[in-house]
């Protein structure tokens, strides 16, 4: 899973600056020049490279060989096969999936299923922060930790402890059986219902943190001003604490939003033969038919769903940075 | 006033702490079932965890887990450190833009994506593929979130200590060495151990990168569980459970004590 804290974006301040020393020698000229090098060369190899394979991958043909592919690019005839290759650029495999209803279907089904699982994670998770918030000081760093907890704790067996619960012979059923409130056990487990609740588990505290972050630091003393100026406390909380708290309820969001779309391990486990996740269609493709340059130009759709999103969070912290400037 | 604790917000924090704990009771519970069958309750038994530890293929997986996680996160944070410094301490170097957009990109990125870009690499370069092609995998996703965690406190830091030093004639490598690393050192640790953790975690990129003959814990665990129940991955997780909360019940008691002289 990847799945990070909110992070700052990085610092241009000209406090920062390198002071140049006079006195450096060749060596530590050397030094100084290594600690970006390596990252970018790491970086460059081992994210870029892969990256334009892929892209390169989606516009070959499938073949049945080992690897099953036809490449596209003949790398040891140089620049002549790098032309040759841009002139007869194959993009039968976009034309498969805007053709075949499969793929744009499990696009969408991803799209609405990250939606709904984030407004879930918001009505789940803001009322759990707003509470932590007002704890009392010496109960936050235990309520804290609660909440860190699960996160340490393996992804995968958390999805897997739903198995057992969502099961029709499962807990949930007998129990709801057993108290008399339904007589035919429910078909959960494999459903979508499955997946909003293994998401919504697996990504509670990924919601909680950004949204407690910004609540804990929030002015009270502004919601009393506005009861004290006749504000009911309904009113005062969508005209105050919601709008103060909107960087915390869209940095969790994102955090939340981007990793479901991508999604495999949920619906794999969870989901049934008719849950579509474009995820979990890459991987099929990829395992089951083999198909890696169709796979492939999966991967580029699923990259351009997620930017996206990414992209409209940006410009809204920039504008917000600005605003507050 | 408004600060006042209601039924409400005990209501909601009962709920979705229940709702964050109870499934794990549950599996922990069902580990000590004696029955294969998740309906029969069979008596108390530890018979899963006697057969997990007999199970030679999750203990050959649980080592390779281990050893993968090991590598790929001291090469992450070695790398993340670095990509930290050069992010905060070089503001203009040849391709910033470029080297800033691949450190965030990463964690962005989805996991089926990483391993299936990774996987072909791989290929394309002809590596066999197994321990290694994981490690690698895992240390070029977990080395983002070593920078991100690291820069945080590099953005923090008092450079007047480092100038002192410098002023005094202490040369740059020292300085960093001496002055720099040890105050950056709890956020190097804190990136090691979540680089740790991710390798530990991760099924979707291990699967792609891994060759045959390589399985890592979560590969197992995930096949298991795709062919539905099996108390043994019950009593397994329940270890990892204990493990993981003793570890970091510990980590936040000892950082509690570590502050308590500071103030």
């Not at chain 2, 229940?18 to 108390?44: E, I, M, T």
């Not at chain 2, 001291?74 to 391709?95: K, M, S």
Request: net charge neutral; glycine share 6%; with cysteine.
């Amino acid at each position: 899973m990847s799945h990070i804290p909110a992070s700052d974006s990085p610092p241009d301040s000209p406090s920062t600056q390198i002071v140049a020393s006079a006195k450096a020698g060749p060596g530590t000229r050397l030094v100084r020049a290594l600690v970006p090098a390596l990252p970018f060369i790491w970086l460059l190899i081992f994210f870029l490279t892969p990256f334009i394979i892929v892209f390169k991958m989606s516009l070959s043909e499938p073949a049945t060989a080992q690897p099953p592919y036809v490449p596209v690019i003949d790398w040891s005839e140089g620049l002549n096969g790098l032309l040759d290759a841009l002139s007869q650029f194959n993009f039968e495999n976009f034309t498969l999936l805007t053709d075949d209803w499969l793929y744009a279907a499990s696009a969408l089904s991803s799209l609405r299923i990250a939606a709904i699982s984030t407004i879930l994670l918001l009505l789940v998770g803001f009322p759990m922060a707003y509470a932590m918030a007002k704890a009392p000081e010496k109960h936050k760093p235990l309520l804290l930790m609660m909440v860190i907890l699960p996160f340490w704790t393996s992804f995968l067996i958390r999805v897997y402890a739903w198995i057992g619960i969502l099961k029709p012979e499962g807990l949930l059923n007998m129990v709801l059986q057993g108290i008399g409130v339904i007589d035919q056990p429910l078909q959960i487990l494999n459903t979508d219902t499955a997946i909003f609740i293994g998401v919504v588990y697996s990504y509670l505290p990924f919601m909680v943190l950004p949204l407690y972050a910004t609540l804990d630091k929030l002015d009270w003393t502004l919601l009393e001003a506005a009861q004290d100026l006749g504000c009911p406390p309904w009113r005062a909380f969508w005209q105050v604490t919601v709008p103060l708290a909107l960087p915390g309820i869209a940095a969790g969001a994102l955090l939340c939003f981007i990793p479901i779309v991508g999604e495999y391990v949920i619906p794999e486990l969870l989901g049934g033969p008719d849950s579509l996740m474009i995820g979990k269609t890459l991987s099929d493709e990829f395992f089951r038919n083999r198909d890696w340059p169709l796979a492939s130009a999966v991967a580029v759709v699923l990259l351009i769903i997620v930017i996206g999103p990414v992209m409209i969070f940006r410009e809204l912290e920039t504008r917000r940075l600005e605003k507050s400037r | 006033m408004t600060r006042r604790w209601t039924l409400f917000d005990t209501t909601a924090l009962t709920f979705g702490f229940a709702f964050l704990y109870l499934p794990l009771l549950v599996l922990v519970v069902y580990s000590f079932n004696d029955s294969r069958l998740l309906n029969v309750w069979g008596g108390f038994s530890t018979r899963w965890y006697v057969e997990l530890w007999n199970d030679k293929v999750l203990l050959t997986a649980l080592r390779n887990s281990l050893g993968i996680a090991l590598f790929s996160a001291a090469i992450a944070t070695f790398f993340g450190t670095l990509a930290a410094l050069a992010l905060v301490r070089y503001t203009r170097f040849w391709g910033r833009p470029l080297f800033t957009g691949m450190v965030y990109a990463p964690m962005v990125m989805p996991e089926v994506v990483t391993g299936l870009s990774l996987l072909l690499f791989f290929v394309s370069i002809n590596a066999e593929r197994g321990f290694w092609t994981v490690t690698l995998a895992h240390t070029s996703f977990t080395m983002c979130y070593v920078a991100v965690v690291v820069q945080s406190r590099l953005v923090a830091f008092d450079r007047t200590l480092e100038e002192a030093a410098q002023d005094l004639g202490c040369p740059p490598l020292r300085t960093f060495f001496t002055i720099t690393l040890p105050l950056i050192a709890p956020s190097v640790l804190a990136g090691f151990l979540l680089a740790f953790t991710l390798s530990l975690d991760d099924v979707v990129i291990a699967s792609f990168v891994t060759g045959p003959g390589t399985s890592t814990l979560p590969i197992e665990i995930f096949n298991k569980a795709r062919r539905g129940l099996s108390p043994e991955i019950n009593a397994l997780s329940s270890l990892i459970l204990l493990v993981v909360t003793v570890a970091v019940v510990t980590s936040s008691l000892l950082s509690k004590r570590a502050l308590i002289p500071a103030r």
